[in-house]
Structures are given as structure tokens and as C-alpha cells.
Nanobody
Framework: VQLQASGGGLAQPGGSLRLSCSAS????????VAWFRQAPGKEREFVAA????????KYADAVKGRFTMSRDRATYMVYLQMNSLKPEDSAIYYC??????????????????WGQGTQVTVSS
């Protein structure tokens, strides 16, 4: 499975960005997908996850109500719409994937495949 994250960049506080994650090499619709982020000097932390069907999404408390994760099963794309961005959202964002689902979706160790990451910077 090869994942490609894109869409990062510079946004002002209160602004929006949309991240995308694409996959190749598998039937992506059979895989769950997650977004994690890692700021300098910090551990990788869970942001959001979506099940294979797209019917269930999970969010970290820090982003709930501001971020929305979705997937397009026809194009094998997964998105993270980030609104009301804050400086503390600045990090490298990674998409991860796995076959099936894990109850420990919030743990980076539960995800088998990772993309290269895309930088998000929120600053005025």
C-alpha cells in the first residue's frame, strides 16, 4: 500500500485547509484510514479516523467540531477538512491505513501503512 498525503500549507488562525490522502496498490475501499500529526519535539498524535465504509468517523477531542474526515469510495480519496485552524494545529500531518478496523484506532501502532506527511502551518 502506498499512501500520498497532500494539501498542507500555510493558513491564518481561523482559516481552513483540506488535506487529501490517496492510495495505490490495494482496493482502498477495504481499508480504514487515519490522520495523525506530529509537531516538533512531540509524539505523533491521533487526529481522526474513518472506517472502510465511511459510516463511522472518530476524532480527537482537540479537533472535534472543527475537522471533518470523509472518503470518496469511487476515487479512493480520503479528505480531512480543517476549519477554524489554530496555531497549535501546526504539525506534519500523516495519513495511515490498515485493512479492517482496530478498536485502538487512536494508537499509531494500530496502522500499518503511512504516507510521507504534509506540513501544516497556522500562523498570522
Amino acid at each position: 500500500v502506498q499512501l500520498q498525503a497532500s494539501g498542507g500549507g500555510l493558513a491564518q488562525p481561523g482559516g481552513s485547509l483540506r488535506l487529501s490522502c490517496s492510495a495505490s496498490g490495494v482496493t482502498f475501499s477495504s481499508y480504514s484510514v487515519a490522520w495523525f500529526r506530529q509537531a516538533p519535539g512531540k509524539e505523533r498524535e491521533f487526529v481522526a479516523a474513518i472506517r472502510q465504509s465511511g459510516s463511522i468517523t472518530k476524532y480527537a477531542d482537540a479537533v472535534k467540531g472543527r475537522f471533518t474526515m470523509s472518503r470518496d469510495r469511487a476515487t479512493y480519496m480520503v479528505y480531512l477538512q480543517m476549519n477554524s485552524l489554530k496555531p497549535e494545529d501546526s504539525a506534519i500531518y500523516y495519513c495511515g491505513s490498515r485493512s479492517g478496523w482496530s478498536v485502538a484506532y487512536y494508537s499509531s501502532g494500530s496502522w500499518n501503512y503511512w504516507g510521507q506527511g504534509t506540513q501544516v502551518t497556522v500562523s498570522s
